[in-house]
């Protein structure tokens, strides 16, 4: 059974950083590429960023782009996203995701290409 758990979500203050993490369980994390998603009140879940089987290919939301980085350890079958910068427009619940979908084009960047997800951390920024 394949699990996400992610972790460390909370309540910062505007330029304040956070750093998630996703640990994965039930299948070998490294055949997968991994993605972060969030969903804010009353708007559709969002990708914010993705990373490939290797980690040698990285992917951005443009309103993330310059703040936060996402990053893998095949060795833990955890990835990790830290944020830096943080602003009020940040606050959503944050979705861990893996899938077995090609990284090719803006691919990573669509849900349908994500067959496994967590169950989301709150992240919180006030201003």
């Known amino acids: 059974q394949v699990q996400l758990v992610e972790s460390g979500g909370g309540l910062v203050q505007a330029g304040d950083s956070l750093r998630l993490s996703c640990t994965a369980s039930g299948r070998p994390f490294s055949a997968y590429t991994m993605g972060w998603f969030r969903q804010a009140p009353g708007k559709e879940r969002e990708f914010v960023a993705a990373?490939?089987?290797?980690?040698?290919?990285?992917d951005y939301a443009d309103s993330v782009k310059g703040r936060f980085t996402i990053s893998r350890d095949n060795a833990k079958n955890t990835a990790a996203l830290q944020m830096n910068s943080l602003k009020p427009e940040d606050t959503a619940v944050y979705y861990c995701?893996?899938?077995?979908?090609?990284?090719?084009?803006?691919?990573?960047?669509?849900?349908?290409?994500?067959?496994?997800w967590g169950q989301g951390t709150q992240v919180t920024v006030s201003s």
């Open positions: 995701a893996s899938g077995p979908g090609v990284w090719a084009g803006n691919r990573q960047k669509e849900k349908r290409m994500y067959d496994y």
């Open positions: 990373i490939n089987r290797s980690g040698g290919n990285t």
